[in-house]
């Protein structure tokens, strides 16, 4: 790729965005589709937005750009309250997941098409509209028209698209999720490098939690219209604030299970002794949670979590195998090195930095010690 910066009119400077206790409900709905929603997205960084479906992603990217406006609360780029600023103002662009490219225009003339609106003389349109295509990789195909692209390539028309006017903040809506597997892969890949080439401050949306952790600088969490965690991503996926983030990035094995002092108590009536540091009060409900790669096998440690587990099946994955157990009457998941034959009975390990602690509620326990 080549180093070209794209400036937009008035100077090249990515703000961070805040958003400040945003809310909105849409006309006729009887549940706010923001509720109070706090998030900030640092300059020049991509911040991803996960969540599940209906939680409000999209929706907050339109009221980004403008294409919507907000009940209450407040929008600021940088120091500019942006709220009440006209999209075309805002110097935002935005990529969709359908590309949304005119048919009966060449990629090039597609490209142009956000020049062209702003007036941009012709010479400068032509030498914009290479150089964004140059930086998407597709600048051999600049006098196609969409129906002869395949559909990396119509997404990276509709990437040059967007970057082509040098955008202070760029938003994507689930931008890779209409491209196969392994092309999503390099196209994400490239993305992040592109991000960094172009610099604007990026927000991008999607439900893919591998995109989610792989892209962000910036990670947040939103469950129905609200923030259920900001962060790092490692740090999120190390310390998940509730049983929900947990699950989504990820899944996790989950064991009801209550205090008995040193011990904890599962629901059929065995027990399993804690490690030092996490003792739990007499009677307290919880849930224990671990991810299926930190299960291993090995003589039992006292420092560790030891589980007698029966193995009801394995499916090899490739490098490991996802293997299937039920034990303390729960179906648990556990990713080892090799498969294993199902009805064997194996002796499982969690270290305590991998134990994670929930209250009945579904939020992460404080007291225990914390890894
Ligand atoms: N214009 C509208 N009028 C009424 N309700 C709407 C409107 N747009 C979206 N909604 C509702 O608001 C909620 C959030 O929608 P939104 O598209 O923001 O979710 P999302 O998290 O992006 O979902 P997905 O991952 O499925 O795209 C949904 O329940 C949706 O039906």
Same mark, same amino acid.
């Given at each position: 790729m080549q180093h070209i910066r794209f400036s937009a009119g008035g100077g090249f400077a990515p703000p961070p965005i805040f958003v400040d206790n945003v809310s909105k409900t849409h006309a =006729? #709905? #009887?549940? /706010? @589709? !923001?509720? =109070?929603l706090t998030v900030s997205c640092p300059a020049g960084r991509i911040t991803v937005i996960v969540g599940p479906s209906g939680c409000g992603k999209t929706t907050l990217l339109r009221c980004l750009c403008g294409l919507e406006p907000i009940g209450s609360g407040a929008i600021r780029f940088g120091d500019a309250d942006? =709220?009440? @600023?006209d999209a075309q103002k805002r110097g935002v662009a935005m990529v969709f +997941?359908? *590309? #949304?490219? *005119?048919?009966?225009?060449t990629v090039a003339e597609n490209i142009a098409f956000p020049l062209r609106m702003a007036a941009v003389p012709k010479a400068e349109r032509l030498r914009r509209v290479e150089a964004a295509a140059r930086l998407v990789r597709?600048?051999?195909? !600049?006098?196609? @028209? /969409? #129906? +002869? !692209?395949?559909g990396g390539q119509r997404q990276r028309v509709g990437i040059a698209r967007a970057i082509v006017r040098g955008p202070r903040v760029l938003l994507m809506d689930e /931008?890779?999720?209409?491209?196969d597997t392994k092309l999503r892969v390099e196209m994400r890949t490239e993305l992040a490098l592109l991000q960094r080439q172009i610099g604007a401050t990026t927000v991008y949306v999607t439900h893919d939690q591998t995109e989610a952790l792989a892209l962000a600088d910036h990670l947040i969490i939103l469950r129905e219209g609200a923030v259920e965690q900001q962060g790092a991503p490692g740090d999120i996926f190390r310390r998940p604030a509730s049983i929900f983030v947990a699950d989504f990035l990820g899944s996790m094995n989950l064991i009801a299970a209550e205090g008995a002092g040193a011990n904890l108590r599962f629901g059929d009536g065995g027990e399993m002794r804690l490690p030092a540091g996490h003792e739990i009060a007499a009677g307290e409900r919880l849930i224990l949670g671990f991810r299926a790669e930190d299960m291993r096998v090995g003589p039992p440690d006292p420092r560790s979590l030891c589980l007698n587990a029966d193995v009801v099946r394995s499916e090899l994955l490739g490098t490991d195998s996802l293997v299937h157990l039920s034990a303390a009457n729960q179906v648990l998941r556990a990713r080892l090195a090799v498969p294993v034959p199902a009805g064997q009975r194996l002796a499982l390990m969690v270290d305590a930095e991998h134990l994670h602690f929930f209250s009945a509620s579904g939020r992460r326990r404080s007291g225990a010690r914390d890894p």
């Open positions: =006729g #709905a #009887a549940r /706010p @589709v !923001l509720d =109070g942006v =709220g009440n @600023v +997941q359908n *590309y #949304a490219l *005119y048919p009966s225009k597709i600048e051999t195909l !600049l006098e196609r @028209v /969409p #129906a +002869q !692209l395949s /931008p890779l999720s209409n491209l």
